[in-house]
RNA sequence: GCGGGCGUAAUUCAGUGGUAGAAUGCCAGCUUCCCAAGCUGGACGUCGGCGGUUCGAAUCCGCUCGCCCGCUCCA
């Protein structure tokens, strides 16, 4: 565990001075749980975008891409469950500093009424057997009735005060009731305070006519609410996929451990819309997929495992995590979950549009159901940059850090360098550049000992060199020097790009 | 939000009341030329920020911002 804490701390510190990730507004002291790709980082970001995309939406016929507007119709959150399910009321115990959410405290308690209840009944069986009349007993039992009132009349005050925003109120109420803390055992509670996990902002110039407005929670309703138009537009038959890559805002209480957990993220996400009663197979199906995909990317199988939710969401009848052995442990990667049609009918419902597919096929009109694909962009950036960060001892008892990226990922792809800063050489490594940037984003590095610079390459990732050395004036060949074994090969120039290509061939990874 | 740890150069750190250092890195030049060689020169820090105590604060105190860990949270 302390030597992963350190490996964090390593990997925060290289990805600093390689240029991979800043804190945000630095200079400011920094802003919490915002950081910036810098030169290095948005070149791995962006290929680690292409590859989702190209595996995603270019490799299935069936699946387009969108890219949805931050900002929605405010009805949206309220459709798809946010606006409630993203206010949660907290409370503190000021005893034990443990928080609770108020609502969960209350309904609690209430369990425990009912639990009298339920003994009250257990009790008459087992004294009256057989001729025992629970119904009857539940019905006219006073002390049953007395409780059943006492919740009732909690409830409603529960919900009277959630509705009037009135926290005051559900802090007497929990209070009132007697509520105290499981761990202190106390009563000594701080005032309950709402958070709301959404960013709003206010859209119209005029600040009295103004609305509020979210940004997106969750790059997902984007699609949902398009996804009539790409149907129709796109003449797209089910089963087909909608994917999309895009930022999403969460207003964390707690954001940490560099970029896992940040207030502003990117998602990479696909919606996969089904005929109702096939979901399963879909689901079954792109657990695998999405599985292969990670596979592909060659770190070892031992990082990733598969987390199977038992508690669903309320829009889920099947959910599982594909997670991955961070620096600081198994943590979430991506989300696999079959969403039902809840979100289309929740749509449905606020817009009072009808959000039905014609299946030819059977000769029928419903709504579809929802298998979802959602993967953390910048969590896989840190999964990729965490397995790739090595320390190697070296055979001349020196060491060197190199990052083994995935080289089709590896921001810089080759760098091109002369032995020596004379004889033409230069020149000559210069022509070489010209020849491979159209294709490649290359590096080109003069100074310092060649084992200086091949180390520098190490740092950032660049999983090929090459050198132009008095040999290469002579019969038009260099080496390259592979990043991972150190090999160096003697290649004929000319031969340069199609070794390269075939070294980066996706052919390769995406099977 | 609570508790713990921490914040000094790009990085890792030393410096505990007398106004800042090392190593590595970086830049320029010389030399060397295939896995962090050497030499010379150089740039970069209002010691996270604000305030207080003091003749004097990186150092002591308060507040604040940020990072890491635990709790909590993460439909």
Not at 154 to 178: P, Q, S
Not at 374 to 400: C, P, Q, W
Not at 434 to 456: A, F, Q, V
């Amino acid at each position: 565990m302390a030597a992963n804490e350190d490996n964090l701390k390593k990997i925060i510190s290289h990805a600093k001075e390689y240029g991979y990730v800043f804190q945000s507004s630095e200079i400011y002291d920094g802003l919490s749980a915002v950081y910036d790709y810098g030169q290095m980082g948005a070149e791995l970001k962006k290929n680690i975008k292409d590859y989702w995309w190209k595996a995603m939406v270019n490799m299935n016929e069936n699946i387009v891409g969108i890219d949805a507007a931050i900002f929605m119709h405010p009805t949206t959150w309220k459709a798809s469950g946010h606006v409630d399910a993203f206010s949660d009321p907290l409370i503190d115990n000021k005893d034990s500093k443990k928080r609770y959410r108020a609502d969960v405290l209350i309904e609690e308690h209430l369990e425990k009424i009912r639990l009298k209840t339920e003994k009250d009944v257990a009790k008459g069986i087992k004294r009256f057997g057989d001729d025992f009349d629970e119904e009857q007993f539940r019905a006219t039992n006073p002390n049953v009735l007395r409780n059943q009132t006492k919740i009732d009349d909690i409830n409603a005050r529960f919900k009277l005060a959630m509705d009037n925003d009135d926290l005051a109120g559900v802090k007497t109420l929990i209070e009132d009731l007697g509520i105290a803390c499981p761990i202190s055992g106390s009563k000594n509670w701080t005032d309950v305070k709402q958070f709301n996990l959404m960013f709003s902002t206010e859209i119209g110039a005029v600040a009295e006519a103004a609305n509020t407005i979210y940004l997106r929670p969750e790059t997902a309703q984007g699609i949902f609410v398009n996804y009539l138009n790409v149907q129709k537009s796109g003449r797209m038959k089910i089963p087909f996929g909608i994917a999309q890559i895009g930022k999403a805002f969460r207003n964390e209480i707690v954001a940490r451990q560099f970029i896992f957990r940040m207030r502003e993220f990117e998602q990479m996400e696909m919606q996969f819309f089904v005929r109702p009663g096939e979901e399963m197979k879909w689901y079954e199906h792109w657990k695998e997929q999405r599985f292969n995909w990670h596979q592909s990317l060659g770190i070892d199988e031992k990082y990733y495992r598969f987390h199977d939710h038992v508690k669903l969401a309320h829009y889920a009848n099947a959910a599982c995590d594909i997670e991955f052995d961070f620096p600081m442990g198994f943590k979430e990667l991506e989300g696999i979950h079959s969403r039902t049609d809840f979100d289309l009918k929740q749509h449905e419902e606020h817009s009072g549009k009808k959000l039905q597919y014609f299946d030819p096929e059977i000769n029928e009109s419903y709504v579809p159901y929802v298998v979802e694909t959602s993967v953390g962009l910048d969590r896989t950036f840190l999964a990729i940059l965490s397995a790739a960060y090595t320390e190697e001892k070296l055979e001349n008892d020196t060491e060197r850090t190199v990052l083994k990226l995935p080289a089709f990922l590896a921001p810089i792809k080759v760098a091109v360098m002369p032995l020596t800063r004379k004889d033409g050489l230069p020149e000559k490594a210069r022509e070489i550049l010209t020849i491979l940037k159209y294709d490649y984003n290359c590096n080109y590095d003069e100074k310092d000992s060649p084992g200086k610079r091949y180390r520098r390459q190490d740092a950032i990732g660049t999983p090929f060199c090459i050198m132009v050395d008095h040999q290469t004036l002579e019969d038009n060949t260099v080496t390259i020097r592979d990043r991972d074994t150190m090999q160096q090969e003697r290649v004929a120039i000319d031969k340069i790009e199609a070794i390269l290509k075939d070294k980066l061939d996706l052919r390769k990874v995406l099977n």
